[in-house]
Protein backbone atom coordinates (compact mmCIF):
# COMPACT_ATOMS: atom_id res chain seq x y z
CA UNK A 1 0.00 0.00 0.00
CA UNK A 2 1.41 3.80 -1.11
CA UNK A 3 2.10 6.28 1.99
CA UNK A 4 -0.24 8.84 1.88
CA UNK A 5 1.75 12.14 1.46
CA UNK A 6 -0.36 15.26 1.88
CA UNK A 7 0.31 17.38 4.91
CA UNK A 8 -2.99 18.95 7.36
CA UNK A 9 -2.00 21.97 8.36
CA UNK A 10 -3.88 23.88 10.91
CA UNK A 11 -2.70 27.23 12.00
CA UNK A 12 -2.83 30.81 11.93
CA UNK A 13 -3.47 32.74 8.72
CA UNK A 14 -2.55 36.83 9.32
CA UNK A 15 -1.81 40.07 8.50
CA UNK A 16 1.73 40.75 10.38
CA UNK A 17 3.13 44.48 10.93
CA UNK A 18 6.86 43.82 10.79
CA UNK A 19 10.04 46.22 12.54
CA UNK A 20 13.47 45.70 12.01
CA UNK A 21 16.58 47.68 12.24
CA UNK A 22 16.21 47.05 8.63
CA UNK A 23 12.71 48.26 7.81
CA UNK A 24 9.17 47.93 8.02
CA UNK A 25 6.69 45.88 6.43
CA UNK A 26 2.65 46.90 7.31
CA UNK A 27 -0.22 44.70 7.07
CA UNK A 28 1.31 42.00 5.26
CA UNK A 29 0.84 38.03 4.71
CA UNK A 30 1.79 36.12 7.94
CA UNK A 31 1.20 33.62 10.40
CA UNK A 32 2.21 30.00 11.18
CA UNK A 33 -0.24 27.88 8.56
CA UNK A 34 1.25 30.19 5.76
CA UNK A 35 4.96 30.07 6.28
CA UNK A 36 4.18 25.84 6.76
CA UNK A 37 2.04 25.78 4.04
CA UNK A 38 4.34 27.69 1.24
CA UNK A 39 7.40 25.90 2.86
CA UNK A 40 5.50 22.14 2.57
CA UNK A 41 4.25 22.74 -0.30
CA UNK A 42 7.83 22.49 -2.08
CA UNK A 43 7.78 18.64 -0.94
CA UNK A 44 4.18 17.48 -0.55
CA UNK A 45 0.50 18.06 -1.37
CA UNK A 46 -0.93 20.25 1.92
CA UNK A 47 -4.17 20.27 3.10
CA UNK A 48 -4.56 24.04 4.62
CA UNK A 49 -6.90 25.03 7.50
CA UNK A 50 -7.71 28.68 9.11
CA UNK A 51 -10.04 31.45 8.81
CA UNK A 52 -9.26 34.53 7.54
CA UNK A 53 -11.68 37.72 7.49
CA UNK A 54 -13.33 39.36 4.78
CA UNK A 55 -10.85 42.36 4.42
CA UNK A 56 -8.48 39.08 3.22
CA UNK A 57 -7.81 39.75 -0.71
CA UNK A 58 -7.05 37.99 -3.85
CA UNK A 59 -3.11 39.39 -3.47
CA UNK A 60 -2.56 37.25 -0.13
CA UNK A 61 -4.26 34.50 -1.37
CA UNK A 62 -1.68 34.07 -4.55
CA UNK A 63 0.84 32.82 -2.75
CA UNK A 64 -0.80 29.99 -2.23
CA UNK A 65 -2.10 29.56 -6.16
CA UNK A 66 -0.01 27.44 -8.70
CA UNK A 67 1.15 25.34 -5.72
CA UNK A 68 -0.01 21.99 -4.58
CA UNK A 69 -1.86 23.67 -1.69
CA UNK A 70 -6.03 23.23 -1.19
CA UNK A 71 -7.72 26.23 0.93
CA UNK A 72 -10.95 24.74 1.14
CA UNK A 73 -10.61 24.08 4.59
CA UNK A 74 -9.44 27.73 4.92
CA UNK A 75 -12.87 29.05 6.03
CA UNK A 76 -13.92 32.92 5.58
CA UNK A 77 -15.48 34.69 8.49
CA UNK A 78 -17.47 38.14 8.71
CA UNK A 79 -14.80 40.79 10.37
CA UNK A 80 -10.96 41.58 10.20
CA UNK A 81 -7.77 39.12 9.67
CA UNK A 82 -5.90 38.53 12.76
CA UNK A 83 -3.29 41.14 13.39
CA UNK A 84 0.29 40.82 14.97
CA UNK A 85 2.61 42.86 15.42
CA UNK A 86 6.17 42.91 16.54
CA UNK A 87 9.00 44.59 16.95
CA UNK A 88 13.04 43.31 16.70
CA UNK A 89 15.96 44.36 18.65
CA UNK A 90 19.30 45.25 16.93
CA UNK A 91 20.45 41.73 16.45
CA UNK A 92 17.43 40.60 15.57
CA UNK A 93 17.49 37.84 18.35
CA UNK A 94 14.92 39.28 20.51
CA UNK A 95 11.35 40.52 19.70
CA UNK A 96 8.61 42.38 21.11
CA UNK A 97 5.14 41.81 20.25
CA UNK A 98 3.35 45.35 20.33
CA UNK A 99 -0.04 43.95 19.71
CA UNK A 100 -1.75 40.79 18.77
CA UNK A 101 -5.32 41.66 17.24
CA UNK A 102 -7.17 38.37 17.18
CA UNK A 103 -10.33 39.29 15.59
CA UNK A 104 -12.02 36.64 13.60
CA UNK A 105 -8.97 34.21 15.06
CA UNK A 106 -10.96 34.55 18.12
CA UNK A 107 -13.43 32.08 17.99
CA UNK A 108 -11.82 29.80 15.47
CA UNK A 109 -12.89 26.20 15.82
CA UNK A 110 -11.45 24.03 13.30
CA UNK A 111 -13.31 22.31 10.91
CA UNK A 112 -11.87 19.83 8.66
CA UNK A 113 -13.11 19.00 5.47
CA UNK A 114 -14.34 15.64 4.31
CA UNK A 115 -11.30 15.49 1.68
CA UNK A 116 -8.86 16.30 4.09
CA UNK A 117 -9.36 13.30 6.66
CA UNK A 118 -7.23 11.17 5.17
CA UNK A 119 -4.06 13.01 5.21
CA UNK A 120 -0.81 10.88 6.12
CA UNK A 121 0.79 14.06 8.47
CA UNK A 122 -0.90 16.50 10.56
CA UNK A 123 0.88 19.40 11.43
CA UNK A 124 -1.24 21.03 14.75
CA UNK A 125 -0.04 24.87 15.16
CA UNK A 126 0.20 27.13 17.69
CA UNK A 127 -3.34 27.04 18.77
CA UNK A 128 -5.11 25.97 21.95
CA UNK A 129 -4.33 22.36 22.73
CA UNK A 130 -7.81 21.77 22.97
CA UNK A 131 -8.48 22.55 19.57
CA UNK A 132 -5.48 21.15 18.58
CA UNK A 133 -6.89 17.75 19.95
CA UNK A 134 -10.27 18.42 18.40
CA UNK A 135 -8.34 18.14 14.95
CA UNK A 136 -7.14 14.54 15.42
CA UNK A 137 -10.47 13.86 16.45
CA UNK A 138 -11.92 14.79 13.29
CA UNK A 139 -9.58 12.51 11.03
CA UNK A 140 -8.30 9.20 10.38
CA UNK A 141 -5.41 8.27 12.60
CA UNK A 142 -2.46 9.97 10.54
CA UNK A 143 1.22 8.39 10.00
CA UNK A 144 2.79 11.44 11.70
CA UNK A 145 1.47 13.97 13.87
CA UNK A 146 3.82 17.17 14.95
CA UNK A 147 2.96 20.00 16.76
CA UNK A 148 4.02 23.61 18.25
CA UNK A 149 2.99 25.39 21.31
CA UNK A 150 4.42 28.23 22.97
CA UNK A 151 4.85 29.69 26.35
CA UNK A 152 1.39 31.15 26.75
CA UNK A 153 -0.20 27.48 26.90
CA UNK A 154 2.29 26.31 28.24
CA UNK A 155 1.78 28.45 31.67
CA UNK A 156 -1.96 28.36 31.09
CA UNK A 157 -3.37 25.37 29.89
CA UNK A 158 -0.26 23.39 30.72
CA UNK A 159 -2.85 19.85 31.61
CA UNK A 160 -4.56 20.25 28.60
CA UNK A 161 -1.23 20.73 26.21
CA UNK A 162 -0.07 17.60 27.99
CA UNK A 163 -3.17 15.93 27.19
CA UNK A 164 -2.47 16.65 23.39
CA UNK A 165 1.11 15.53 24.10
CA UNK A 166 0.26 12.13 24.86
CA UNK A 167 -1.09 11.86 20.75
CA UNK A 168 1.72 13.87 19.21
CA UNK A 169 5.06 12.40 17.56
CA UNK A 170 7.13 15.01 16.80
CA UNK A 171 6.98 18.35 19.07
CA UNK A 172 8.65 21.06 17.75
CA UNK A 173 9.17 23.87 20.28
CA UNK A 174 12.38 26.63 21.30
CA UNK A 175 15.05 26.39 23.68
CA UNK A 176 13.22 28.76 26.33
CA UNK A 177 9.92 26.78 25.85
CA UNK A 178 11.16 23.47 26.34
CA UNK A 179 12.69 24.43 29.66
CA UNK A 180 9.48 25.79 30.61
CA UNK A 181 7.55 22.59 29.88
CA UNK A 182 9.74 20.53 31.51
CA UNK A 183 10.77 22.07 34.66
CA UNK A 184 14.66 21.16 34.04
CA UNK A 185 17.18 23.92 32.83
CA UNK A 186 19.68 21.71 31.28
CA UNK A 187 18.44 20.54 27.79
CA UNK A 188 19.35 17.36 27.04
CA UNK A 189 17.36 16.74 30.61
CA UNK A 190 14.26 18.55 29.30
CA UNK A 191 13.85 16.82 26.18
CA UNK A 192 14.12 13.59 28.49
CA UNK A 193 11.39 14.85 30.47
CA UNK A 194 9.41 16.19 27.33
CA UNK A 195 9.87 12.62 25.28
CA UNK A 196 8.54 10.65 28.65
CA UNK A 197 5.44 13.26 28.10
CA UNK A 198 4.78 11.13 24.62
CA UNK A 199 6.37 12.96 21.72
CA UNK A 200 9.32 10.64 20.28
CA UNK A 201 10.88 12.98 18.36
CA UNK A 202 11.76 16.33 20.19
CA UNK A 203 12.80 19.34 18.02
CA UNK A 204 14.49 22.51 20.13
CA UNK A 205 15.12 25.74 17.67
CA UNK A 206 17.02 27.99 18.77
CA UNK A 207 17.45 30.56 16.12
CA UNK A 208 20.08 31.64 14.95
CA UNK A 209 22.35 28.82 16.85
CA UNK A 210 20.02 26.20 15.03
CA UNK A 211 18.12 23.14 15.61
CA UNK A 212 18.71 20.59 18.07
CA UNK A 213 16.59 17.01 17.60
CA UNK A 214 16.34 14.26 19.91
CA UNK A 215 14.74 10.56 19.08
CA UNK A 216 15.11 7.12 19.92
CA UNK A 217 17.81 7.00 17.66
CA UNK A 218 20.02 9.81 19.82
CA UNK A 219 20.28 13.53 19.18
CA UNK A 220 21.27 15.30 15.95
CA UNK A 221 22.44 19.23 16.11
CA UNK A 222 22.22 21.47 13.56
CA UNK A 223 23.86 25.17 12.71
CA UNK A 224 22.06 27.51 11.09
CA UNK A 225 23.29 28.60 7.71
CA UNK A 226 25.09 31.85 8.29
CA UNK A 227 24.37 34.25 6.22
CA UNK A 228 25.60 37.85 5.41
CA UNK A 229 21.62 39.61 5.30
CA UNK A 230 18.91 38.43 7.30
CA UNK A 231 16.18 40.76 7.20
CA UNK A 232 13.42 39.45 9.39
CA UNK A 233 13.15 36.25 11.15
CA UNK A 234 9.36 36.26 11.10
CA UNK A 235 8.20 32.70 10.70
CA UNK A 236 11.45 31.29 10.56
CA UNK A 237 10.28 28.27 13.08
CA UNK A 238 7.22 27.46 10.70
CA UNK A 239 9.21 27.65 7.61
CA UNK A 240 11.46 25.13 9.64
CA UNK A 241 8.34 23.06 10.37
CA UNK A 242 7.56 23.24 6.45
CA UNK A 243 10.51 21.92 5.55
CA UNK A 244 11.30 19.36 8.25
CA UNK A 245 7.49 18.07 7.53
CA UNK A 246 7.39 17.94 4.10
CA UNK A 247 10.44 16.37 3.70
CA UNK A 248 9.19 13.60 5.84
CA UNK A 249 6.19 13.74 3.42
CA UNK A 250 7.81 11.94 0.36
CA UNK A 251 10.43 9.91 2.45
CA UNK A 252 9.92 6.16 2.77
CA UNK A 253 10.68 5.73 6.66
CA UNK A 254 11.27 8.00 9.66
CA UNK A 255 14.66 6.39 9.73
CA UNK A 256 17.73 8.07 11.51
CA UNK A 257 19.25 9.54 8.01
CA UNK A 258 15.92 10.70 7.03
CA UNK A 259 14.78 12.61 9.96
CA UNK A 260 18.61 14.56 10.13
CA UNK A 261 18.33 15.13 6.25
CA UNK A 262 14.55 16.91 7.17
CA UNK A 263 16.09 19.03 9.95
CA UNK A 264 18.80 20.33 7.21
CA UNK A 265 16.07 20.90 5.10
CA UNK A 266 13.78 22.57 7.42
CA UNK A 267 16.96 24.76 8.16
CA UNK A 268 17.31 25.23 4.28
CA UNK A 269 14.08 26.62 3.96
CA UNK A 270 14.25 28.81 7.01
CA UNK A 271 17.69 30.95 5.95
CA UNK A 272 15.00 31.84 3.05
CA UNK A 273 12.88 32.95 4.74
CA UNK A 274 14.39 35.09 6.93
CA UNK A 275 15.99 36.91 3.67
CA UNK A 276 12.70 38.92 3.26
CA UNK A 277 9.74 40.58 4.78
CA UNK A 278 6.57 38.29 5.02
CA UNK A 279 6.67 35.28 2.18
CA UNK A 280 8.69 37.85 -0.19
CA UNK A 281 11.75 35.20 -0.55
CA UNK A 282 9.51 31.79 -0.47
CA UNK A 283 7.38 32.50 -2.77
CA UNK A 284 10.33 33.44 -5.29
CA UNK A 285 11.67 30.19 -4.68
CA UNK A 286 12.42 27.83 -6.34
CA UNK A 287 13.49 24.06 -6.24
CA UNK A 288 16.82 24.65 -7.59
CA UNK A 289 18.13 27.29 -5.11
CA UNK A 290 16.51 24.83 -2.12
CA UNK A 291 18.80 22.06 -3.82
CA UNK A 292 21.56 24.05 -3.95
CA UNK A 293 21.54 25.22 -0.45
CA UNK A 294 21.14 21.77 0.89
CA UNK A 295 24.00 20.96 -0.78
CA UNK A 296 25.83 23.59 0.67
CA UNK A 297 24.81 23.33 4.05
CA UNK A 298 25.98 19.59 4.00
CA UNK A 299 29.80 21.22 3.11
CA UNK A 300 29.28 23.68 5.78
CA UNK A 301 28.95 21.01 8.50
CA UNK A 302 30.96 17.94 6.93
CA UNK A 303 34.63 17.09 8.62
CA UNK A 304 36.90 14.09 8.47
CA UNK A 305 36.95 11.73 11.36
CA UNK A 306 41.22 11.45 12.39
P1 LIG B 1 7.43 32.61 14.26
O1 LIG B 1 8.31 33.77 13.91
O2 LIG B 1 7.83 31.32 13.59
O3 LIG B 1 7.21 32.49 15.73
O4 LIG B 1 5.98 32.93 13.64
C1 LIG B 1 5.49 34.22 13.54
C2 LIG B 1 4.07 34.17 12.98
O5 LIG B 1 3.18 33.73 14.01
C3 LIG B 1 3.59 35.56 12.55
O6 LIG B 1 3.36 35.55 11.15
C4 LIG B 1 2.30 35.80 13.33
O7 LIG B 1 1.24 36.21 12.50
C5 LIG B 1 1.98 34.48 13.99
N1 LIG B 1 1.52 34.66 15.37
C6 LIG B 1 1.98 35.55 16.28
N2 LIG B 1 1.32 35.42 17.46
C7 LIG B 1 0.42 34.40 17.31
C8 LIG B 1 -0.55 33.77 18.14
N3 LIG B 1 -0.79 34.19 19.41
N4 LIG B 1 -1.26 32.75 17.63
C9 LIG B 1 -1.05 32.33 16.37
N5 LIG B 1 -0.17 32.88 15.53
C10 LIG B 1 0.57 33.91 15.96
Not at 61 to 68: E, H, N, S, T, W
Not at 131 to 150: F, H, I, N
Not at 219 to 230: C, G, N, Q
Request: aromatic fraction near 10%; charge should be negative.
Amino acid sequence: MSRETSILVVGSVAYDTVETPFGKAEQVLGGSASFFSVAASFFAPVNLVGVVGDDFGDKELAAFKGRPIDVAGLERAAGKTFHWQGKYSYDLNSRDTIRTDLNVFEHFKPRIPESYRRSGLVFLGNIDPALQRSVLDQVQKPRLVACDTMNFWISGRLEELKKTLERVDILLINDAEARQLSGEWNIVKAARVIRAMGPSILVIKKGEHGVLMFSEHGSFAAPAYPLESVFDPTGAGDTFAGGFIGYLAGAADESDDVLRRAVIMGSTLASFCVEAFSLDRLVALTRAEIDERFRLFKKLTHFESL
